[in-house]
T-cell receptor, first 111, second 115 residues
Framework: QKEVEQNSGPLSVPEGAIASLNCTYSDRGSQSFFWYRQYSGKSPELIMS????GDKEDGRFTAQLNKASQYVSLLIRDSQPSDSATYLC???????????FGKGTLLTVNP | DAGVIQSPRHEVTEMGQEVTLRCKPISGHDYLFWYRQTMMRGLELLIY????????DSGMPEDRFSAKMPNASFSTLKIQPSEPRDSAVYFCASSSGPFMSYGYTFGSGTRLTVV
């Protein structure tokens, strides 16, 4: 079982719609969860972090965490063409300090 | 702050040659990470340092790979001898702690092509 799994996509949504990105992880002791955005040819940049069960909102972005289900999600409201990128879910395991990434979901927002 | 600085941005080398990638972390960050990204395997952690000391190198693919951090502001990742399958983008990242809310900051990466 892969440590962090994401649907590779591509996920295509129209401009203005809500984009929903999902991630599951295998280490039940994981404590910290992150979403990174990576534009083509660029480095990953942190957009959200979440540590407790529930929702965390930052502008158009909402991260959701359910530790019982080992599930993390990212919602992007009012999606814009500039949101088109690969979104990487990353988890710090409970037994080490290593940030493990999923392979990412490619999101395309169509004008 | 200038962020995490990596050099070179691009490297093309012939199989069998030695390759050295360089990284300057953000000042004050005492964790440094080397990642490799390929289409097939995604982002993989190779090795990380805490206060210049290697903590976990279990991701280093084989003995051809080595990494050093002689001081708090400089790290190198060396591949000797290089092989075509080493072609990838190598990222360096730094953090002031493993659980910090702002996560890790990545450098711009080095795109390595081994021909």
């Amino acid at each position: 079982q892969k440590e962090v799994e994401q649907n590779s996509g591509p996920l295509s949504v129209p401009e203005g719609a809500i984009a929903s990105l999902n991630c599951t992880y295998s280490d039940r002791g994981s404590q910290s969860f992150f979403w990174y955005r990576q534009y083509s040819g660029k480095s990953p940049e942190l957009i959200m972090s979440i540590y407790s069960n529930g929702d965390k909102e930052d502008g158009r972005f909402t991260a959701q965490l359910n530790k019982a289900s080992q599930y993390v999600s990212l919602l992007i409201r009012d999606s814009q063409p500039s949101d088109s990128a690969t979104y990487l879910c990353a988890v710090i395991g409970g037994s080490n300090y290593k940030l493990t990434f999923g392979k990412g979901t490619l999101l395309t927002v169509n004008p | 702050d200038a962020g995490v600085i990596q050099s070179p941005r691009h490297e093309v080398t012939e199989m069998g040659q030695e390759v050295t990638l360089r990284c300057k972390p953000i000042s004050g960050h005492d964790y440094l990470f080397w990642y490799r990204q390929t289409m097939m395997r995604g982002l993989e952690l190779l090795i990380y340092f805490n206060n210049n000391v290697p903590i976990d190198d279990s991701g280093m693919p084989e003995d051809r790979f080595s990494a050093k951090m002689p001081n708090a502001s400089f790290s190198t990742l060396k591949i000797q001898p290089s092989e075509p399958r080493d072609s990838a983008v190598y990222f360096c990242a730094s953090s002031s702690g493993p659980f910090m809310s702002y996560g890790y900051t990545f450098g711009s990466g080095t795109r390595l092509t081994v021909v």
